[in-house]
T-cell receptor, first 114, second 113 residues
């Protein structure tokens, strides 16, 4: 299995509070991604990173920010959590050569916003 | 917008039968596709991939077929086993988004004894 660790694995928080999810990899892969998974929507890309301090938005980036200060860590922050951000969040990494799109996923972080 | 979608949300098959899961895509520029399997409470796991310059690719008990003419992708699982019960996603590569994958909504496969 690819060395990807997500933390926390489960979190319950209240509306309006800040939340940070962490993704840590031991594979030294260049690309890292945050997806959210909701019933009926599959996996949707929030943000991705293509290198240290290099990030870009995905299709559902509103309300989220990310940071990547080290190759191994990619943080997802909800500045002020809302109930619509209740979801399962997956981090993924990719180090394949150009055009090889295989992503390796973490085990997910279940976030509940009350 | 352009998307990757699945024909059926659920599929029930008997143990030992072959399973076929279908996927349609609309972006004719997509040139790389992957099938993932997701078991309950876990992250998606890679099954098999195929490039657009191929029509068919085989793995262990799995085959992916690509029909570019009708923009259709299928995953065939031979001799389906109870351990194959999971949600299956097709995904296409988006080269203009840091090689992120665009996922379909998933098909739930249930294998009955």
């Amino acid at each position: 299995d690819a060395g990807i660790t997500q933390s926390p694995r489960h979190k319950v928080t209240e509306t309006g509070t800040p939340v940070t999810l962490r993704c840590h990899q031991t594979e030294n892969h260049r690309y890292m991604y945050w997806y959210r998974q909701d019933p009926g929507h599959g996996l949707r890309l929030i943000h991705y990173s293509y290198g240290v301090k290099d990030t870009d938005k995905g299709e559902v980036s509103d309300g989220y920010s990310v940071s990547r200060s080290k190759t191994e860590d990619f943080l997802l922050t909800l500045e002020s959590a809302t109930s619509s951000q209740t979801s399962v969040y997956f981090c993924a990494i990719s180090g394949g050569s150009l055009g090889t799109g295989e992503l390796f996923f973490g085990e997910g972080s279940r976030l509940t916003v009350l | 917008g352009e998307n990757v979608g699945l024909h059926l949300p659920t599929l029930s098959v008997q143990e030992g039968d072959n399973s076929i899961i279908n996927c349609a895509y609309s972006n004719s520029a997509s040139d790389y596709f992957i099938w993932y399997k997701q078991e309950s409470g876990k992250g998606p796991q890679f099954i098999i991939d195929i490039r657009s310059n191929m029509d068919k690719r085989q793995g262990q008990r799995v085959t992916v077929l690509l029909n570019k003419t009708v923009k259709h992708l299928s995953l065939q699982i031979a001799a389906t086993q109870p351990g194959d019960s999971a949600v299956y996603f097709c995904a296409e590569l988006r080269s203009n988004s840091g090689y992120a994958l665009n996922f379909g909504k998933g098909t739930s496969l249930l294998v009955t004894p």
